[in-house]
């Protein structure tokens, strides 16, 4: 059966315009380059905030367009009921204070610093990255420690535990879904287009 030139084109167009939607899907959270950007990798900002805060508003614009979305997550408290019970319990035993954005700085299985406020220099953030674990976590107010939290080396493994959380992690396996399914579209039409052009 002969194909007609219309539709050799028109299959060629569909595989085109999905594999242009596919690619920048497939970039989301690729690290940027730098030296001092590979602390990233382990390392993830956890911002406790509201939706209506200025402030954290703009920290967690800062984190988007600064780092990759893989190294911070936006626990909203005025959004998730988890998120806010998380954050009341931390703020009380943890940081005494009770204003939003704190971010905890974790570093592979320990935490490294917590920030309270919405500092947006990037290297100041990079250097809390690159910072090393150690039994006392620094409670930074901007860029200043205004104290210190002492832990033992297993009690960072339970802290973490604890106090963070993933609510919405849903929409990620939604749009992981979403990349499936493009990616067979993607196929399928190339199969297509491959078989055509064959006979």
């Known amino acids: 059966m002969a194909t007609e030139p219309w539709e ?15 690619v920048p899907l497939l970039h ?32 967690h614009q800062f984190f988007q367009q600064n780092f990759p979305e893989s190294s ?7 959004k998730y009921r988890e998120c806010y019970e998380k954050f009341v319990d931390f703020a009380s035993e943890m940081t005494k204070f009770s204003g939003v954005p704190q971010t905890i700085v974790v570093k592979g299985s320990s935490i490294v610093a917590i920030v309270i406020g919405a500092d ?9 990255a690159c910072s090393q674990p150690s039994t006392e976590i620094p409670v930074y107010s901007g860029e200043q420690v205004v104290f210190t939290i002492r832990v033992n080396t297993t009690d960072h493994s339970k802290l973490i535990s604890k106090y963070l959380v993933y609510p919405g992690k849903e929409d990620l396996a939604s749009l992981t879904t979403i990349i499936v399914v493009v990616i067979v579209v993607v196929a399928v039409a190339g199969y297509l287009v491959y078989t055509r052009f064959r006979k």
């Open 8 to 22: 050799t084109w028109f299959l060629l167009l569909i595989t085109l315009l999905l594999t242009s939607l596919l």
């Open 72 to 78: 911070y997550y936006f626990c909203v408290i005025d």
């Open 120 to 128: 947006t220099n990037k290297s100041f953030w990079l250097q809390l």
């Open 28 to 59: 989301v959270g690729v690290a940027q380059s730098g030296e001092n950007e590979e602390c990233l990798r382990g390392t993830l900002l956890y911002m406790y905030g509201e939706s209506t805060c200025p402030f954290c508003n703009r920290l």
